[in-house]
């Protein structure tokens, strides 16, 4: 008699393991939102998290319109009337609850929404298959080069015009 044979044991797939934010009392109600870096579709990107009616949102920091980060300074994204998120370079309006385009060059666009919720006093993020958090050993900005050589023509006076040696 043929033995049964063996199923297969699907291995389970692991989520992704939440992200710490800041601190739920970082973020104040309308107030400046936390920024940080993640990696999307494996290239360096922001994100950002505000509160809004009391609730956190978070997206990508990056506009529908034109690929660009949005915030005017670092973590400031609503604008003058704390209503709407606002981007910097050409005004696009988003609305704070679901990222969608409200008004401006947007059209119907919606920013990229990162899941985020609160939990014992802290923010966290959930990373996904496309948004990352940044690796430790994620390869960094390439480093400016190293000058190879003295300068073709070094000054042969000191600062103040005196010659080299004379002081
Ligand atoms: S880049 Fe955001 S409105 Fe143009």
């Known amino acids: 008699m043929p033995e049964p044979t ?7 797939i692991a989520e992704p393991i939440a992200e710490p934010v800041c601190a739920s009392d970082a973020l104040a109600e309308r107030g400046k939102a936390v920024v940080w870096d993640v990696v999307q579709w494996g290239r360096p990107a922001r994100a950002f998290a505000l509160r809004y009616e ?14 660009t980060e949005m915030d005017w300074q670092e973590g400031e994204f609503l604008d003058m009337d704390r209503r709407w998120i606002m981007c910097s370079i050409h005004g696009a309006h988003y ?4 990222g969608r385009c409200a008004a ?17 006093g802290q923010v966290w993020w959930q990373p996904t298959a496309d948004i990352r ?7 960094g900005p ?8 003295a300068p073709d023509s070094a000054p042969d006076t000191a600062p103040d015009g005196a010659p080299d040696g004379s002081r």
């Not at 401006?104 to 014992?120: F, V």
């Not at 958090?133 to 390869?139: G, H, I, L, R, Y």
């Open 142 to 149: 390439a480093p400016d080069p190293a000058p190879d050589s």
């Open 54 to 67: 009391g609730r956190v949102v978070s997206y990508l920091n990056r506009c529908v319109h034109v690929p």
């Open 104 to 120: 401006g060059p947007c059209g119907r666009g919606q920013l990229t929404p990162i899941a985020t919720e609160e939990r014992d």
């Open 133 to 139: 958090p940044v690796a430790f050993d994620e390869p």
């Open 6 to 12: 063996a199923k297969p044991i699907a291995k389970p």
């Open 95 to 98: 609305e704070p609850e679901t």
